[in-house]
């Protein structure tokens, strides 16, 4: 049994998903032809209360275009110093935006208010404009943590009083809405844009949909075609992205359950410094600095666990639909057994 805890992406498509892709009726979605894309376009924007949605390639060119549409070239972006959008992009912000970047210090990745409000440039020559805010929910690097709807609200009010347009990096929005109070229409109605992937906890292949007003999607469109994200017979994959929302919402409460096990089972372990608080499907946790983590991630491997570094001392682990009970007791067994050398 091989178990993979690197990432939520490595899900392979289960049969009945790869007939609904076969059977998919295509067309040429850069003619915006394609009834399947249309279809997954029109569910992602009704969930959210949205008028309209695009569908592309990768999480990674949602952000990237949403952030494109909601600012100007020496404009600044402010978004937590840990957050995809600045960590993981690639340098887009400055390659397709040419934004400078206002970094904030969040608490498990989530900014508050106060301190988007205080960090909005005065308008002086001598500073870069303050165009957006961009939040993550759930926070990859803050082991998934979730924004309450109160902050969230906070901070959009901070923006519409400044003029900033807001831009939520949703990869795992559905992560989040499965943990709390508040649904997919309140948080449409505090953001601008909203990219939401769907080769995440929802298991589908490929594919991530940018979701905002109509106005924002036509323009969306091409920029998305300038980036060569424009695809043909894309519906495919689109009838893996409908697949999966119809079918593999109520799955990622099963993740989090076996996160939380995990995290128990990290609790009495000798060799963990600390494990940030679980709330969803990632597990960041700490090693003592007797545990080098190399070693540690070398020594899981050798038992067919794959989990990845996530910083200095720590590792990653992430649930997700091909994890199941019974490989999580194989690595509720397996890691009390590892030791260092
Ligand atoms: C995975 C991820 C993305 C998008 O990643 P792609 O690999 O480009 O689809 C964006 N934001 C966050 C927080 C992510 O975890």
């Known amino acids: 049994m091989t178990v ?7 899900t392979r498509p289960t049969q009945m998903m790869l007939d609904a892709m076969m ?24 969930i959210f209360g949205k008028e309209a949605a695009l569908f592309c390639p990768s999480g990674t060119m949602t952000n990237q275009i949403a952030i494109k549409l909601l600012s100007a070239s020496g404009q600044e ?46 308008d002086h020559v001598y500073y870069p404009k303050t165009a957006l805010v961009a939040l993550e929910n759930t926070h990859n690097r803050g082991a998934g943590s979730i924004y309450q709807l109160e902050e969230i609200k906070a901070i959009r009010k901070v923006c519409l009083n400044n003029n900033l347009k807001t831009h939520l990096d949703g990869a795992r929005i559905f992560n989040a809405l499965a943990e709390v109070d508040y649904n997919a229409v309140d948080i449409g109605s505090q953001f601008d ?84 608080p679980v709330d969803t499907n990632i597990i960041v946790t700490k090693l003592n600095n007797n545990f080098p983590v190399q070693s540690f991630i070398d020594k899981l491997a050798e038992k067919q666990i794959k989990v990845v570094q996530f910083g200095k001392q720590s590792v990653r682990m992430v649930t997700h ?21």
């Open 77 to 122: 972006i402010i978004c937590d110093h840990t957050s995809h959008v600045y960590l993981y992009e690639g340098g887009g912000l400055a390659f397709n935006s040419g934004l400078a970047t206002n970094l904030l210090i969040g608490d498990r990745g989530r900014l508050t208010a106060a301190q988007v409000e205080e960090a909005i440039k005065p």
């Open 23 to 46: 059977s998919a009726i295509v067309g040429d979605d850069v003619f915006n032809e394609d009834p399947t894309v249309i279809k997954l376009e029109q569910k992602i924007a009704a």
């Open 4 to 10: 993979d805890l690197r990432s939520d992406t490595v």
């Open 193 to 276: 844009t909203i990219s939401v992937c769907l080769s995440k906890g929802l298991g589908a292949p490929v594919g991530s949909v940018l979701v905002a007003s109509a106005e924002l999607i036509h323009e969306a469109r091409r920029v998305r075609k300038v980036l060569g994200g424009g695809m043909r017979q894309a519906g495919y994959l689109a009838a893996a992205g409908l697949y999966a929302i119809s079918n593999n919402l109520p799955g990622l409460k099963e993740d989090h359950r076996r996160a939380k096990v995990v995290e128990s089972t990290l609790s009495s372990i000798d060799y963990i410094d600390d494990t940030l």
């Open 321 to 341: 639909l091909d994890f199941n009970d019974e490989m999580l007791d194989y690595v509720c067994r397996t890691l009390p057994k590892i030791r260092p050398d």
